[in-house]
């Protein structure tokens, strides 16, 4: 799945298309996403973008490499979602691959158009400490709503994570982005999500749960009890059917099954395991919660192609789906 270079949506963007898909099937629009979306029959894969339809999604977009060329695979290496942005209609991705530059790429819904809107053109705001100047933004890539602002993580530990505002314009200017204080620097992929209804930028690192308070530029620690979920790459996915944030899976020697659920009253309930022994991890699975149903849908690879499944959070009720999932196209994932 790293190195997709057609299905761009599908291997990165698909976690916040889904609001988009939604989005434009309810309104009257012409635009390629939102007629794509209407005609899909349940269970199907359709190809929105690839080189050489005029769009501007080519392989140069997407690959990360420095001027010299030096780079491995592409920016989607270690990332599993990327951001929608309601208000301008836009999708917003950071990231970067093993040994390139970091990228900012967007997608216009309106025009059907991509563009990259190279943090800094090859010298990156976000070096991993010690390393080189490029990150994976892993689980990183978030909008506040709210208050209308991008959110992306500068490495494996939340000591640089960034904020930018959405109508400032200055994208490609280093100094116009906020450096967050750091969190606990621990070695372990972490996530962040934004919760409306509480208002709240939630970044999830086991066994800590922490909202970031603007007032006194910190984050405070929601819960520390979290100790079922995985040490590395456990998720935090708001749901806007059920108006809720679950946290889920990670990985140590093992998968872990948790599942817990932060609700709008911030009560924090752990909820059965998952009996699918399904592998939420960096780089192995998508999780994207579908805005109609409310069901939690996992993308992963099962050895023959993408198998998936779903999860209700309401109903407790998890199914694989696999087979009435239509495998994508031929040379997709490519």
Known sequence: MIGARRACLIVAVVISVVAANNQSKAQTSTNLLAAKAAALSPGQWVLLNQEGDGSGYTRDLVDGLTPSGAGVASIFAYSQKAAYDPVARKVHFIGAPHGGQTEHIVYDIATN???????????????????????????????????????????????????KSLDSGSWTDPASWIRLPAFSLAAAEYSLEYFPERDELLLLQTPLLARFDRASNSWKTITSNLTALGSRS???????????????????????????????????????????????????????????????????????????????????????????VQKPPAGMFQ
């Open 234 to 324: 456990p998720i935090l996915r708001y749901n806007p059917v059920y108006k809720c944030v679950v946290m889920m899976g990670g990985k140590d020697t093992t998968d872990s099954p948790a599942v817990y659920k932060y609700a709008p009253d911030g009560t924090i309930t752990r909820m059965p395991d998952d009996p699918l022994g399904l592998t939420t991890f960096i780089n192995y699975s998508l999780v994207a919660a579908d805005p109609v149903s409310g069901d939690y849908v996992f993308f992963g690879a099962d050895g023959s192609g993408v198998a998936t499944f779903k999860y209700n959070i309401a109903t407790n009720q998890w199914a694989n789906i696999t087979g009435i």
């Open 113 to 163: 158009t991509w563009r990259n809107d190279g943090i800094d053109y090859g010298i990156s705001i976000f070096p991993e400490p010690g390393l080189t100047p490029n990150h994976h933004s892993y689980d990183s890539n978030v909008i506040d709503t709210g208050h209308r602002e991008f959110f992306v993580g500068g490495g494996i530990m939340p000591e640089t994570i960034y904020r």
